[in-house]
């Protein structure tokens, strides 16, 4: 079964940067493309970045120009660089997967309940 193992997130100042990574475990023969999400507690999840198989990039507004997805070197890791944080942008951030054993699949666009797996989350606090 297919997993997704976060880590990188931690507690910086305003103005740091952090880098988050999302591996694919057990990835099979299926091609995948990544969502990023955050979430503060009492608040709805929210979509911050997403990147297809081929490197397409999509951002929230919010996080345009800060933050970066990418795919690593290895097909299994990619990651989500952010710079230039903000006490907003504390949350629990969550890495998502799309697969598909035919073709690439397509995230930007693509809904939260349209991801199949889910990473356990990693923590991200920005203080003032």
């Known amino acids: 079964q297919v997993q997704l193992v976060e880590s990188g997130g931690g507690s910086v100042q305003a103005g740091g940067s952090l880098r988050l990574s999302c591996s694919i475990v057990k990835r099979g023969s299926h091609a995948y493309c990544l969502g990023w999400f955050r979430q503060v507690p009492g608040k709805e999840r929210e979509g911050v970045a997403t990147?297809?198989?081929?490197?397409?990039?999509t951002y929230v507004e919010s996080v345009q120009g800060r933050f970066t997805a990418s795919k690593g070197n290895a097909k299994d890791t990619w990651y989500l660089d952010m710079n230039g944080l903000k006490p907003e942008d504390t949350a629990m951030y969550f890495c998502?997967?799309?697969?598909?054993?035919?073709?690439?699949?397509?995230?930007?666009?693509?809904?939260?309940?349209?991801?199949?797996?889910w990473g356990q989350g990693t923590q991200v606090t920005v203080s003032s």
């Open positions: 990147i297809d198989n081929d490197g397409t990039t």
């Open positions: 998502a997967a799309r697969m598909a054993l035919l073709g690439r699949p397509i995230c930007r666009g693509k809904q939260q309940h349209d991801f199949g797996t």
